[in-house]
């Protein structure tokens, strides 16, 4: 890839994982489990979590074998031109999908949590410009932004969560297996469809200083991210009621709702509107700056900075193609499937196939 002259350390690397799978969990997705499992929704974020820590420890052990290399450079190696290009695509599509998915979410939840009416449409371009910026300053700003801002946003999470402690209900854990065993299960199976994100771990890892550091970042910053989920998870169950907590927008927010300092103070919900639009944000311009990058490494262009407002065009045009939000969010649920063979499925297929491929080769020398 171009420019291969960043090193990005342990703390870096590890803060770009942890917002890129925690995002999801300020949004929504512990309403979506509460619905579908009721007050189990915390055991799913557990199983599916400790699944995805094995799922990275496949792809980690697999990784091992192209050091300083990102997928699509793998992909070249095992396929010349044509499979860069059919890798690139299909990683570059979901990577815009999720993008467009977010920004629209993102619009839409300022346009709500904040006393702030203007046009969600409009809400998104000032998004975009932000996104604009980051991206011309390449993957290093957009790295840089996450190691200044991620240590924010957990702590604030964590101050949310331990001061919603007071409210915590014991008996909203039961009965434990919330809707069913069955139902725990088949809802864990599809959780981990959720970790789609985990393509960032195959795409950063040429920016970072050594194997030893990158393996440490992507251990911690997977580790504190599932923590994290199962944190928060937890905290909604124990603070809001089946079937209450299947119904409820942006979970996080309506904790933070409940949090009062003091018996004639307001609730502090304040604390998580720059909590998420940080996280929104930092999450957009990682997703720009690596859609962006991906084309100019398959094009093998010096000017990858042109792609930038053309793939943010696409993005929006996506993003307002749903009548509204809920609507669009039905659709990111459904195409979970397909997000996960394209950025999950298929990277581990390359890399094995590049690997059989590379011992073929040294035997015949």
């Known amino acids: 890839m171009n420019k291969r002259i960043i090193n990005f350390g342990k703390f ?91 920004l629209r979410l993102s619009a839409e939840t300022i346009n709500l949590i904040t006393p702030y009416r203007i046009p969600s449409f409009l809400t998104a371009v000032l998004v975009g410009i932000a996104i604009i910026a980051v991206a011309y300053k390449g993957t290093e700003g957009a790295v840089r ?100 907590s299947g119904e409820l927008f942006m979970p996080v927010y309506q904790v933070s709702r409940i949090i009062r300092l003091g018996d004639n103070s307001q609730s502090i919900e304040a604390i998580f509107y720059p909590v998420w639009i940080s996280s929104s944000l930092l999450y957009l311009t990682l997703t720009q700056t690596f859609v962006v990058e991906i084309l100019g490494q398959a094009s093998k262009t010096k000017y990858e900075k042109l792609f930038i407002v053309p793939t943010l065009a696409v993005m929006f045009v996506i993003a307002y193609m749903p009548k509204s939000v809920t609507q669009a969010m039905q659709i990111s649920q459904k195409a979970s499937p397909i997000l996960f063979i394209c950025t999950v499925a298929l990277p581990i297929l390359v890399m094995i196939f590049a690997y059989i491929k590379n011992r073929r080769a040294s035997y015949e020398t």
């Open 12 to 102: 870096e690397t590890a803060s770009v994982l942890i917002n890129a799978l925690i995002v999801k969990v300020l949004l929504g997705l512990p309403q979506l489990l509460c619905k579908q499992a009721g007050n189990a929704a915390w055991m799913i974020a557990l199983i599916s979590g400790m699944v995805f820590l094995a799922l990275v420890l496949v792809i980690m052990r697999l990784y091992k074998r192209f050091p300083n290399r990102n997928i699509i450079s793998i992909a070249e190696e095992a396929g010349g031109a044509a499979l860069k290009w059919f890798v690139a695509v299909l990683i570059i599509l979901p990577l815009i999908f999720k993008g467009a998915i977010t």
């Open 145 to 244: 932004l996450h190691a200044i801002f991620v240590p924010l946003i957990v702590t604030a999470l964590a101050l949310v969560i331990i001061a919603s402690c007071a409210s915590f209900k014991l008996t909203n854990i039961f009965p434990v297996w919330g809707l069913g065993k069955k139902e725990v299960i088949k809802t864990s199976l599809y959780a981990i469809l959720m970790y789609s994100d985990i393509i960032y771990i195959l795409l950063l890892y040429p920016y970072v200083k050594s194997e030893k550091v990158f393996r440490r970042a992507v251990g911690w910053g997977t580790v504190l991210a599932v923590i994290i989920q199962l944190a928060i998870m937890l905290g909604y169950v124990l603070t809001t009621q089946y079937p209450g």
